[in-house]
Structure formats: C-alpha cells, structure tokens
C-alpha cells in the first residue's frame, strides 16, 4: 500500500509541478477517444500489474483533457485545488468515513460542523446557521429549493402547481433545473429583468410577485445572485431581503462562485446584504482551492432543512441523532455520503487564512488587469466590467458594427484562441451579444498570463 500510494503521491505531484508547461486543454471527440484510448472493452478476468495500470492512464487517458490547475484555464468558472487539499481528500477516502450519520463518524462530523461554522462567521450570517457540504452548487441550490418547498406547502402536494419562485434571467442553470426537479412548473419560474449591469431589478420583482398572488399563484421563492456565472453581477441583496421580509417568501442567496471573497475587504463589501438570506449556497471547490466536489447548504433555521428531509426507517434508529448529535442525512438527500470537510479542514489550517485571503485579492485584481487591457485595446470593447475574477469582452475592430458580423468574428477568435492549447476562454451572451468572457479564479495566475491571453485574443483576431 505504501509503494503503491508513493506512486501516486509522485504522479500527482509531477503532473501540478509541470502543469504550466502542459497543453491547457486537448479536446478530442467520442470516436478519437475510443481510437486513442484503446481501452479493453470486457473487464479483465485476471488482475494486472499497478505500474502497468498508471502507464496505460499516462499514455490513453491524462494527456486527454483540460487542466483546471492551469494558469490559463480562464473559462467556466476554474477549480484549483491545493496539494493539501488534494490529501485531505485522499485521508477521507482512504479512511472511508461514512458521515451520514453522528453515531459512526463522530470526528469527522465536528470537523464538518467546524468548517460550516467557519463559513457562517465568514459571511456574517447569525449564530445558529448550519447546513451541509454537498457534491456541489446545484445539489446544495437544490437542497434549498426542496426546503423552501416545504416550508411553503408542507404536505400539500395539490398547491404544488400553483407555486412560483424569481430569480434574476443571469442566475446559474441549476436555480431552474432545481425548481424543476422540486415539481415547480416551467412556466411558474419567473426570470426577472435586470439592470444595465445585471443586477435583478427590485421593482420588476415586486411587480412580478404582485401579478402572480392577484393570478391565485403561491410566490414561495426569490433566488439572488452574489457572484452571477456569466458576469460576477451581484443583485441588490438588502433590497430583495426586504421583498421576501414583507411578502413572508424564503430567500436563497446563490453565492457559489463569489462567496468566500468575503475573506477579502472587497469582496465583503461586494456582497454586503448576503448576511440577511434564509439560505446561501458555497462551492469550496471553486474560491476556497479545494478538489472537486465540494459545494456547501447553509440555512439559517437548520429546522427547516430536517422537516424537508428527515425519514427514519427501521433500519436506521439505532443511529438516530440524539441530544446535540448532528445527522448530516437528516438536512439533504443523501444517506451515504463521503468526509468532504477533511480537505477543506487540511487546507486552511495548513496555509492560515491571510494566505488564502491574499490570494483571492489577487485574482480580483486580475480581473482589474485583464479589464483595463481590454479598455486599451482600440479594437476590444468591454461588454460587463471586472465583477470578482470575471470580465466580458469581445474583438470589435473600428468600423465594423453589425451586430452579426461582430458575432461571428468573437465565435472565430474564441474557436481560434482556445485551439492554441495555450489558454481555455469560454464565452457568452450578454443582451444578445456573443461574448469573450475570462474567469480568472487560480492561485497560479500571473499578470503575465492575463498579458498574454489578451494579446491572443488580438492575435487571433
């Protein structure tokens, strides 16, 4: 085990200290990676040797597909793990603790309850808050929705169609797929307009929320932005508070991507308000550099997450939280569920807050850079300015000014600039404009890098 684990250690290593050097992404279609990979198609009946194992995954495997880790993996929204990270999540597998419940993993479960109180202290949210680290943003977004489901109707399944619930048309994908999934109609998730710099417009939701109750609609949900994927737009969270305060509906803060710049100064200004929402959803696996996956539930009556989810079967009352046990299977939907707190836990007490805080300010500032370069450019245009680590852009050479034209010359650079395999960009639309967008969330990133990527941009344009 100890030969077999140090080759793994060496791989891991190997692979992060080079990973600058490395292609930042090589995409290759279902049928080229068939043809590369040459993987056994029926299982092996006898075992094989482990280094042989590790060099058919070098040779068939890694070399296909994007580094997160690198400094110039830009697009989506970036995961970088720490190497201590790394480790506290191969010690929570390696052990393989179950955390479902208190009574079998006891330790590992107050590491969990220290880490969400580490976040609630971080954001500001009262003494009391608590959740669950979850797979990622979307389940602990679902988890939210479920929650203020039954908050909302209780057990009355025959109100269900008449529910309605708002959010900004900037917010993440999986606020309507949860929706959705929760049994709210399509058509009674309202995308709410949003101002010029696409922050959900207060009045359009008041107006919107008044529509639905005089339509004999049950309004049981708003959904905020801290940190909107597309631009890192942040709604008016003090104004919306106050709407779910005086209309009694739940408020959830989607925070995924930008919530832990509220270690930084300006990060905690940015996201002022965030402290008044029933619920936030985190992803440590984004701003906080731990490995995938990693998201985060916080709830400020954690009462609310055990009426929506606990059961208890026969089978499970001899683990049945008592006195001031913590069932973490009584606040979400999974009963099996891994140690997620260890890498978070590892992490920050290996590097210190001032280390990570630093490194978060640096990213922002980053984003600051790239913007500025952008606004240098006689032919790049700003379309939504530096918000956290993003920035939307795109080519708009003097002259040329129809919109579909602009469309597909951006679509080519994008398609151009990310075939160097020096830097993986993603895009967008904002108001109906293709848009270049960076987001840049890694420790590793330099000025240089920022430098260079624009300069790409211009090039393949």
């Not at 999986?174 to 998730?189: D, L, T």
């Not at 059961?311 to 046990?325: G, I, K």
């Not at 379309?383 to 597909?408: E, I, K, M, N, Y």
Request: aromatic share 8%; hydrophobic share 45%; charged share 20%.
């Amino acid at each position: 085990m100890v030969r077999l684990g140090r080759r793994v250690a060496d791989l891991v290593a190997a692979h992060l200290a080079r990973v600058r050097d490395e292609p930042v992404q090589h995409p290759i279609g279902r049928r080229e990676a068939r043809d590369l990979a040459a993987l056994p198609a029926v299982a092996p009946e006898a075992g094989a040797p482990f280094d042989g194992i590790v060099a058919t995954l070098q040779a068939r495997v890694f070399p296909y597909h994007a580094r997160e880790p690198h400094p110039r993996f830009m697009g989506y929204v970036p995961s970088a793990p720490t190497f201590p990270a790394v480790l506290g999540d191969w010690i929570a597998t390696g052990y393989n603790f179950f955390a479902g419940v208190w009574s079998v993993a006891a330790g590992p479960n107050e590491v969990e309850l220290t880490v969400l109180e580490w976040f609630r202290g971080w954001l500001g949210l009262p003494d009391g808050t608590r959740g669950l680290l979850t797979s990622g943003g979307s389940n602990a977004t679902l988890t939210a929705v479920v929650a203020a489901r039954h908050a909302a109707l209780g057990d009355r399944a025959e109100d269900l169609p008449r529910l309605a619930m708002y959010c900004s048309g900037q917010a993440h994908s999986s606020v309507a797929r949860a929706a959705w999934i929760a049994g709210v109609p399509r058509a009674n998730v309202r995308l709410v307009p949003s101002d010029d710099r696409f922050r959900l417009r207060p009045d359009a939701l008041a107006a919107a929320i008044a529509r639905d109750r005089a339509a004999g609609l049950v309004p049981f949900l708003i959904v905020g932005n801290a940190g909107a994927t597309n631009t890192g737009a942040v709604d008016p969270l003090h104004a919306m508070a106050d709407i779910a305060a005086r209309e009694r509906l739940w408020y959830h803060v989607d925070a995924a991507y930008a919530g832990f710049a509220a270690l930084t100064d300006r990060g905690r200004a940015l996201l002022a308000g965030i402290e008044r929402a029933d619920s936030v959803t985190l992803d440590p696996h984004k701003w906080l550099y731990v490995p995938f996956e990693c998201g985060c539930l916080l709830a400020r009556d954690p009462k609310a997450l055990e009426a929506a989810f606990h059961v208890l079967p026969d089978y499970l009352r001899d683990v049945e939280a008592r006195d001031q046990d913590v069932n973490f299977a009584d606040a979400g939907e999974q009963l099996t569920r891994y140690s997620r707190a260890l890498k978070v836990w590892v992490s920050v007490n290996y590097f210190g807050l001032a280390a990570i805080r630093g490194a978060i300010a640096e990213c922002m500032r980053l984003a600051d850079v790239a913007e500025r370069l952008v606004r240098e450019a006689p032919d790049l245009e700003v379309l939504s300015p530096a918000q956290f680590g993003v920035v939307c852009f795109r080519v708009h050479p003097p002259g040329t000014d129809d919109p579909a034209a602009l469309d597909a010359l951006n679509e080519r650079v994008n398609a151009a600039a990310n075939a160097t395999q020096r830097v993986l960009m993603s895009s967008t639309r904002l108001r109906g404009a293709y848009s270049l967008r960076l987001c840049i969330l890694n420790y590793r990133t330099t000025e240089d890098d920022v430098r260079a990527v624009i300069e790409l941009v211009r090039a393949s344009a």
